[in-house]
């Protein structure tokens, strides 16, 4: 199954989350038996995220988006611990901070986007300026309604500076959210992670859907697309995650640099004297 097909938002088309069943596995019946193939797209992601690396001319910028407990983090755990930190990157956007808000919306976004050679992992992103903002109302409906066509020309900016985009929306139902929760509160390892704020959010959430659907429907675009990946299985998350990844990473054209040296003349330059005591040894032991 091409996860790419089945889960991209057509460019235009309205989305309707309602649609979309968040517990939907396709084929495939438990984490056990997809986890083979999820190493697999893991593996390609890492192979691929080094030659990124080496090639040195493009870059990719991954956005996740969705509601709390959604998985956002477990994405970044699960399928970017492999790649060679020296070269990636995650950055989680939170409220903005003085300095920030002192700006326009985009630019503490463009300040962490990929350079060449980078992949970079936006953990929330300049969209929560089309989410939380409009649900809250924190600026006018004037002002959040204008952003949409701002982002669609950032992005294409982007683009044209050859950085490739994949925007992810991590969609769960609202009962598993709240189970979520709830094993938050059980297991003490993990209960810093709950708000107060998460419960209460929950109220907005017919008002969040709304904000998501409107802001995918006028952002998705054939080369910047957004994907509705089903989550309320994590294994099912990361299985389509990763394989849309490393699907697009494999179609960016990625190729080591030329060689800039003679490499015949540098074996024989440098590597003379190790062949000669290789030889010598060989001698040697055949004498004996
Ligand atoms: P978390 O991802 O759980 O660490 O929470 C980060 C919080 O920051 C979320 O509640 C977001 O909605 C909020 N946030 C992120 N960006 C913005 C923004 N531009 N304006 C207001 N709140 C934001
Ligand atoms: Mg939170």
Redesign the pocket.
């Known amino acids: 199954m091409d996860y790419r097909k089945k889960f991209a938002v057509e460019p235009g088309a309205k989305v309707r989350l309602s649609k979309i069943d968040a517990s939907y596995t396709g084929k495939h019946q438990s984490h056990d038996k997809a986890l083979p193939e999820i190493q697999k797209h893991v593996e390609r992601m890492d192979k691929l995220q080094y030659l990124l690396y080496a090639d040195g001319s493009q870059s990719l910028l991954v956005v996740l988006q969705a509601l709390?407990a959604a998985g956002?983090d477990g994405v970044v755990r699960h399928l970017f611990s492999g790649m060679n930190p020296q070269g990636t990157s995650v950055f989680?956007?939170?409220?903005?901070t003085r300095e920030e808000a002192a700006h326009d919306?985009l630019w503490r976004a463009h300040l962490r986007t990929p350079g060449k050679g980078e992949v970079v992992v936006f953990?929330?992103s300049y969209y929560?300026?089309v989410?939380?903002?409009r649900v809250h109302k924190?600026v006018p409906h004037s002002v959040w309604s204008k952003r949409y066509e701002l982002i669609n020309d950032f992005e294409t900016m982007l683009l044209r500076n050859d950085t490739t985009i994949l925007k992810f929306f991590l969609h769960i139902s609202p009962e598993e959210q709240l189970s979520r929760f709830k094993q938050r509160l059980d297991d003490p390892s993990r209960n810093w992670k709950i708000s107060e704020?998460d419960y209460t959010e929950r109220e907005f959430w017919p008002q969040y859907v709304e904000a998501y659907e409107d802001a995918m429907t006028l952002t998705s675009t054939k080369r910047a697309p957004w994907y509705v990946i089903p989550a309320n299985h994590k294994w099912f998350r990361n299985l389509a995650i990763s394989q849309i990844i490393a699907d697009t990473m494999d179609e960016m054209g990625l190729k080591l640099p030329p060689t800039r040296v003679d490499l015949a003349s540098i074996r024989r330059k440098y590597h003379a004297a190790e062949r000669e005591a290789k030889r010598d040894g060989k001698r040697a032991s055949k004498a004996k």
């Not at 989680?92 to 903005?96: E, L, M, T, W």
């Open positions: 709390d956002k989680g956007f939170k409220q903005p919306f953990n929330r929560e300026d989410l939380v903002v924190l704020s």
